[in-house]
T-cell receptor, first 110, second 116 residues
Framework: DAKTTQPPSMDCAEGRAANLPCNHS???????VYWYRQIHSQGPQYIIH???NNETNEMASLIITEDRKSSTLILPHATLRDTAVYYC???????????FGAGTILRVKS | GAVVSQHPSRVICKSGTSVKIECRSL??????MFWYRQFPKKSLMLMAT?????????EQGVEKDKFLINHASLTLSTLTVTSAHPEDSSFYIC????????????FGPGTRLTVL
């Protein structure tokens, strides 16, 4: 069973920031928060991951609450190509398998 | 960096035949690869974990004699669907743990299998 809860779908206007929430109230101390996305009929794409500090890379920012029970993935300037299913997954950092939930369908609209 | 390829991208076969899918890490060595299956409008389901030089570990409910996994080198894992039936039609996706840090799975583009 997935240990995260995400809204089933969200809409975002092109050029605006997309903020995707994820609840993980039962996260354990050594579990990382991973974000992947899957564009239709493609393999998932790694976005970002973090333990407790906020993280940023060229694709997105990850904001993790201080109690680590929830997080938000931020795509700063969404484009139509960001339309995808976004998965928030908990996993140990080294070599552990990923359990995919239903994810959030993000629709970026012009 | 961290590119994973799969071959073929699409395959159509007759019921009862076997199909082999290859997963390659192109620019890194992967001691561990994973195989997933995804049915239409569903999420990815892990089938097995493949470790180089050893037997694969299968998830509960996945028949190891039907889905043969071979991880013969640090850049190649293969999944063979034996005696395929229409219910095996699915999107098969592999992933590989990037060598060195091994903290991130990188996924292949997937293989669409249709069994007639």
């Amino acid at each position: 069973d997935a240990k995260t809860t995400q809204p089933p779908s969200m809409d975002c206007a092109e050029g605006r920031a997309a903020n995707l929430p994820c609840n993980h109230s039962t996260i354990s101390g050594n579990e990382y928060v991973y974000w992947y996305r899957q564009i239709h009929s493609q393999g998932p794409q790694y976005i970002i991951h973090g333990l407790k500090n906020n993280e940023t890379n060229e694709m997105a920012s990850l904001i993790i609450t201080e109690d680590r029970k929830s997080s938000t993935l931020i795509l700063p300037h969404a484009t139509l190509r960001d339309t995808a299913v976004y998965y928030c997954i908990l996993s140990m950092e080294y070599g552990n398998k990923l359990v995919f939930g239903a994810g959030t369908i993000l629709r970026v609209k012009s | 960096g961290a590119v994973v390829s799969q071959h073929p991208s699409r395959v159509i076969c007759k019921s009862g035949t076997s199909v082999k899918i290859e997963c390659r890490s192109l620019d890194f060595q992967a001691t561990t690869m994973f195989w997933y299956r995804q049915f239409p409008k569903k999420s990815l389901m892990l089938m097995a974990t493949s470790n180089e030089g050893s037997k694969a570990t299968y998830e509960q409910g996945v028949e190891k004699d039907k889905f043969l996994i071979n991880h013969a080198s640090l850049t190649l894992s293969t999944l063979t669907v034996t005696s395929a039936h229409p219910e095996d039609s699915s999107f098969y996706i592999c992933s590989a743990l990037a060598g060195g840090r091994a903290d991130t799975q990188y996924f292949g583009p997937g293989t669409r299998l249709t069994v007639l």
